[in-house]
């Protein structure tokens, strides 16, 4: 069975586990969209853990599931402003039709699935619990920027982000293609 809790009620542990085991979780600690690139290049992994640990207990900046129990899998969904270098970074500038500092404007940046849980359903069910956070939570449109994966990927890590097919399903739709493999798709939420 699959659930779903946001990062701030979950023991820091559980998030700790889900960031591990797939991907560049461990290594990244979800700040690639936090802090500008000259600062991510300078911080070890141990400071970037230890600023996303200070994260997750200010605040609630995601969510973990959980399979049968076991901490299985964590997705970065925040307003857009609060994601600090995602208004910098190029994909977002050329293609979000929104403006920039629209607090109800929110942004998935981030999925992780631990390589245990895969090909369980996971992510889809984070992807959907993170539209339901988001709205509940005032979004009037939630943003996600993932790569087309019938275009190729370089490598599975560039699956931090999503695929488009998993977005499709959830009625996100096409609003800009900054590159021909990187998307902008966004969901208008009801208000």
């Given amino acids: 069975m699959i659930s779903i809790e946001t990062a701030a009620a979950a023991p820091w542990s559980d998030v700790e586990h889900a960031m591990t085991g797939g991907g560049d979780g461990a290594s990244c600690w979800c700040q690639w969209f ?3 690139r000259s600062e991510f290049d ?5 400071q970037r853990r230890e600023r996303f640990r200070r994260e997750v207990a200010d605040a609630s900046p995601g969510l973990i599931a959980y399979v049968d129990g076991s901490p299985a899998g964590w997705v970065r969904v925040a307003p857009r402003p609060e994601q600090g270098r995602l208004g910098f970074t190029r994909v977002v500038k050329s293609g979000s039709p929104e403006p920039l500092d ?3 404007v929110w942004a998935i940046t981030c999925l992780v ?4 849980f895969r090909g369980q359903g996971v992510a889809r069910r984070l992807l959907a619990a993170a539209v339901d956070h988001a709205e509940k939570n005032g979004a009037r449109a939630i943003e996600a920027y993932p790569f ?3 275009q190729g990927t370089r490598s599975n890590n560039e699956l931090y982000v999503g695929s488009v097919p998993m977005f499709e399903e959830l009625e996100f739709e096409e609003t800009a293609r900054p590159t021909a493999a990187r998307v902008v798709m966004t969901r208008r939420l009801a208000q």
């Fill in 113 to 116: 699935v631990r390589r245990e």
């Fill in 42 to 46: 300078s911080m070890t992994r141990d």
């Fill in 34 to 36: 936090m802090v500008r």
């Fill in 148 to 150: 087309d994966i019938r």
């Fill in 102 to 104: 629209a607090d109800d």
